[in-house]
Nanobody
């Protein structure tokens, strides 16, 4: 089992920045691919960014490319999402997710464990 706890959300003005963190429990973190997803009101959940277990592979949704950066620190069991140039369309609940299969990377699907989410609100 993996438990995920997100932090770092909040209210920010358009053009601002936030850094989300996701702390993971469990001894298999360094072998687990991780991802950030988001769900805006009235919309389906969508992938934002994912990163392989070693950090060697990453994926970004087109809407965040060049603005968001996903990274991980396996020594601290933590994955990060650095968000810059935020705009109101980025407003959503952001979820951290983990792939339960060791040494497996899927850019957009097959994430099994989920955190409870952190709210990001961008004002215009």
């Amino acid at each position: 089992q993996v438990q995920l706890v997100e932090s770092g959300g909040g209210l920010v003005q358009a053009g601002g920045s936030l850094r989300l963190s996701c702390a993971a429990s469990g001894r298999t973190f360094s072998k687990s691919s991780m991802g950030w997803f988001r769900q805006a009101p009235g919309k389906d959940r969508e992938v934002v960014a994912t990163i392989s277990w070693s950090g060697g592979m990453t994926y970004y949704a087109d809407s965040v490319k060049g603005r968001f950066t996903i990274s991980r620190d396996n020594a601290k069991n933590t994955v990060f999402l650095e968000m810059n140039s935020l705009n109101p369309e980025d407003t959503a609940v952001y979820y951290c997710a983990a792939d339960s299969r060791p040494l497996h990377y899927s850019p957009r699907v097959n994430y099994d464990y989920w955190g409870q989410g952190t709210q990001v609100t961008v004002s215009s």
